[in-house]
């Protein structure tokens, strides 16, 4: 059972090591082989955006140092950036302290967004208002906004 893996290893102290197929097998994969990744770049720590990855799309970020997640809607394997050239460079990956989520550390070359923004959260909520905002404006296709990226 993951669960029972990251409460053993809880107490670890930093600099502890673990061989990384062995902690990667502890993950806790959804039924579907999937895991949520959480996107930040890695010098400012903006969140870039949310995406999923399997086994494979994580074995390849690993080996290959350019972050690919597993699409949905594709059903196959999306390395960020290959189509419109806004790469993320694989910094560091981090897993949770139960096992349930990744988080990578990148950086972003250009917008994350497949509309060519920053990032993908540029819907706003704020307390006490009933109105949603669009906090970041979407660049034209002239000066390369639309990335074609999911």
């Not at 930040?40 to 997640?69: C, F, I, K, P």
């Amino acid at each position: 059972m993951t669960r029972a893996f990251f409460q053993k290893i809880e107490p670890s102290p930093q600099g502890t090591e673990f061989p990384q197929d062995e902690f990667l097998d502890q993950l806790a994969w959804t039924a579907d082989g999937l895991i949520p990744v959480i996107t930040q770049q890695h010098d400012s720590g903006e969140v870039l955006m949310m995406a999923w990855m399997n086994r494979e799309s994580l074995d390849l970020s690993l080996r290959t140092g350019w972050v690919t997640y597993w699409s949905r809607s594709r059903d196959q394997l999306w390395k960020k950036g290959e189509s419109s050239g806004h790469l993320q460079r694989l910094i560091e990956l981090r897993a949770d302290c139960d096992g349930d989520t990744l988080l990578c550390l990148a950086d972003q070359k250009a917008g994350a967004c497949h509309t060519g923004r920053d990032n993908c959260f540029y819907f706003s909520f704020s307390p006490g208002e009933q109105v949603v905002r669009v906090n970041q404006t979407m660049p034209s296709v002239e000066s390369g906004g639309e990335s074609g990226d999911e």
